[in-house]
């Protein structure tokens, strides 16, 4: 007979968490605790690193981020979590930094009609909590543009390109542009209770996925609380300088005026010694600037989300986990959208 918990945890908000990288997987690390209807829908324009080799020799989108995120949400014993992100080390040929995770669901797209598929049977062997959902099955190339005019293909080449411009990136796009989004991604958002865009690199992470066809209008007309989980810090090679409302103003930039209703920003101060270390690579604590967010009719909530007695600033998966659902049972309980 299963418990209240259990009975909570099964029919939990159904969430639907958009974004990339290391800010995705924890974010699902936390979330899968509270409620079995979690969606991921990850951004497949990464072509650097062994994703980047498997998508060029296979010509498969790139399973880095997903794979993460399959880490995350996985039901399986630690051994196999282990197996999952074991990397080839040097001296191993062709396999050599390669994830194992990364080739064994390049195996099964492989023997699957598509990759979407791909993910659904890989969630299966690992029965993983909720869904995992490329945003398109597309080939896609990330391109930016910058404010002295100048541009950049390829995802991984964007942060030393950056760099070396010394200026802000002020435009990214899709090429092709508009790809089409899975039907499955467009379902999900749209009987979504909650949307959640980040937290993650804002223009390699969480802004592509907005670039695909499709995804903006599915979040603009979901009756979810949509909340934007700002970073703790800003990154080098994309947003140094940057505060909140920068953010927040490029995602409107590539999509719509409407599309978020509040943003989620940690409270915690960052410790100084890791303040000193992340300054050397030009990175700062995010400054949280209300003025202009509330001009846009967008709220700011703070809570304490960092993790403690560790050597980066990032989220708390449990922290940040349960600051989200304080936030939902509150607009829940109160129907404010």
């Known amino acids: 007979m299963e418990t209240l918990n259990e009975r909570h945890w099964k029919h939990g908000p159904r969430i639907v968490a958009i974004g990339g990288g290391h800010g995705l997987s924890a974010l699902l690390r936390g979330l899968k605790r509270h409620t079995a209807n979690l969606t991921a829908i990850v951004t497949v324009a990464d072509d650097g690193g062994g994703s980047g080799i498997l998508r060029n020799e296979l010509g498969m989108p790139p ?35 390669q994830a194992f995770g990364n080739l064994l669901l390049a195996a099964l797209n492989g023997i699957s009609g598509s990759f979407d598929e791909a993910v659904a049977k890989m969630s299966q062997v690992l029965a993983i909590t909720g869904r995992i959902l490329p945003v398109t099955n597309a080939d896609v190339t990330l391109e930016a543009t910058f404010e002295n005019g100048t541009q950049v293909r390829g995802e991984s080449k964007i ?34 209770d909650l949307i959640l865009l980040g ?36 990154q080098d090679g994309e947003t140094e300088g940057m505060t909140l409302s920068d953010h927040v103003q490029a995602l409107l930039d590539h999509s719509a005026g409407d599309l978020i209703d509040l943003c989620l920003a940690n409270s915690e101060p960052v410790p100084q010694d890791l303040v000193l270390r992340y300054r050397e690579e030009r990175a700062e604590p995010m400054v949280i600037d209300r003025g202009y967010l509330a001009q846009h009719g967008i709220e700011v909530v703070e809570r304490p989300t960092i993790s403690q007695g ?14 989200i659902m304080e936030l939902y049972q509150e607009r829940a309980e109160t129907k404010i959208f």
Do not use: W
Request: net charge neutral.
């Open 199 to 234: 937290p993650g690199s804002l223009y390699t992470s969480v802004i592509p996925n907005l670039l695909v066809d499709g995804v903006v209008e599915a979040i603009r007309s979901s009756e979810a609380t949509r909340v934007y989980i700002a970073n703790i810090m800003t």
């Open 63 to 97: 399973p880095g981020d997903i794979r993460s995120c399959m880490e995350a949400l996985a039901n399986t014993e630690p051994l196999m979590e282990s197996l999952l992100g074991y990397r080839f080390p040097a001296g191993s040929g062709g396999l050599t930094g």
């Open 159 to 192: 942060a030393a390109f950056k760099k070396a411009q010394d200026c802000r990136i002020q435009k990214i796009r899709l090429l092709p542009q508009l790809p089409m989004a899975l039907p499955a991604t467009l379902q999900a958002i749209e009987e979504a």
């Open 310 to 323: 560790t050597r980066y600033a990032r989220h708390d998966p449990d922290r940040l986990a349960q600051a």
